[in-house]
T-cell receptor
Framework: SQQGEEDPQALSIQEGENATMNCSYK?????LQWYRQNSGRGLVHLIL?????REKHSGRLRVTLDTSKKSSSLLITASRAADTASYFC???????????FGKGTLLTVNP | DGGITQSPKYLFRKEGQNVTLSCEQN?????MYWYRQDPGQGLRLIYY???????QKGDIAEGYSVSREKKESFPLTVTSAQKNPTAFYLC????????????FGQGTRLTVV
């Protein structure tokens, strides 16, 4: 079964606006990661947040993690048309390094 | 260049045939993964390997087989037992620790004809 579930499934915004995507998961984790996928391509790693961290920044990306609620959010500020892609959260936990993904959020940024 | 390479990019299979998808990495990563992606389903884990000569079933292993004879290579065979093999297949590699990210290949799109 898939560990993470992203919300919303699809998001459409105008260039310059902020985009927020959420991820919920079910079991304890060591870290949570966010990836981006352009249509028909492989995934690209964006950011990793450890289970003992609450917030992390990387450029226009801001990730938060609430382990008590088993949830994370990805904020993309000042969005650009080039940010149009699917975004996935992935969780890693337990003794085996099993990396499991959610179904993703399709973000469309309109110019 | 360091990276992870999947081949072929497109693959067509007749019903009842086995096919093997190639995945090679030169990143010196211990862990390798195979995922299947269907529209609206996200990525589902087929098999993963943390070390040479060892691999574990993921969530949807039925109808698939793998081998890990070399650190660099993790081929996936889609057998005739897989009833609905048409999908986009993604291979990834990582350090195998809880700190590392995964690096993905560009995928193989398999179509049953």
């Amino acid at each position: 079964s898939q560990q993470g579930e992203e919300d919303p499934q699809a998001l459409s915004i105008q260039e310059g606006e902020n985009a927020t995507m959420n991820c919920s998961y079910k079991t304890s984790i060591n870290n949570l990661q966010w990836y981006r996928q352009n249509s028909g391509r492989g995934l690209v790693h964006l950011i990793l947040i450890r289970s003992n961290e609450r917030e992390k920044h990387s450029g226009r990306l801001r990730v938060t993690l609430d382990t008590s609620k088993k949830s994370s959010s990805l904020l993309i500020t000042a969005s650009r048309a080039a940010d149009t892609a699917s975004y996935f959260c992935a969780t890693a936990g337990g003794s085996n390094y099993k990396l499991t993904f959610g179904k993703g959020t399709l973000l469309t940024v309109n110019p | 260049d360091g990276g992870i390479t999947q081949s072929p990019k497109y693959l067509f299979r007749k019903e009842g045939q086995n096919v093997t998808l190639s995945c090679e990495q030169n990143l010196n990563h211990d862990a390798m993964y195979w995922y299947r992606q269907d529209p609206g389903q996200g990525l589902r884990l087929i098999y993963y390997s943390q070390i040479v000569n060892d691999f574990q079933k993921g969530d949807i292993a039925e109808g698939y087989s793998v081998s890990r004879e070399k650190k660099e290579s993790f081929p996936l065979t889609v057998t005739s037992a897989q009833k609905n093999p048409t999908a986009f297949y993604l291979c990834a590699s990582g350090t195998g620790s809880h700190e590392g990210e995964a690096f993905f290949g560009q995928g193989t799109r398999l179509t049953v004809v």
